[in-house]
């Protein structure tokens, strides 16, 4: 947990529905996420969710992170979630993939939108 110096990926994004904030930055070399970390604050499932989704993508591309699906992340926290909970599980895997899609210097398609408003 923390913020990385000169990095590469930083983004930042608020569950508006309960206050919880995370914040990714990461470091890109040769392509791969060679480090990642997640700040913030909020709820134990949105921080530990952030966590969780931090060891999942760190050594992978950046296209392989771009392609990550939530329930990718919800499966690896091993819980059943309340639709309320969910969005909070989800707020780093929204943070995360806008700030790889920014770096990438791509759009997101209208589904890929959606889904991460769901």
């Given amino acids: 947990k923390g913020l ?8 930042r994004d608020v569950n508006t529905l309960c206050g919880d904030v995370i914040e990714i930055t990461a470091r890109v070399n040769n392509g791969k996420i060679s480090e990642i970390n997640f700040d ?18 760190e050594g992978k591309s950046l296209d392989e992170a771009a392609r990550l699906q939530k329930q990718e992340l919800l499966d690896a926290l091993g819980i059943e979630l309340s639709p309320m909970r969910v969005k909070c599980a989800l707020l780093g ?7 790889v899609y920014s770096h990438l210097g791509k759009k997101m398609t209208a589904e890929e939108e959606e889904e991460l408003e769901e």
């Avoid at 990385?4 to 983004?11: G, L, P, T």
């Avoid at 913030?40 to 993508?57: F, H, P, R, Y």
């Avoid at 895997?93 to 700030?99: I, Q």
């Fill in 40 to 57: 913030g604050k909020g709820c134990a499932i949105s921080q530990a969710s952030a966590s969780m989704l931090t060891e999942l993508v």
């Fill in 93 to 99: 895997f929204k943070v995360l993939k806008l700030g």
């Fill in 4 to 11: 990385i110096a000169n990095a590469q990926i930083k983004a």
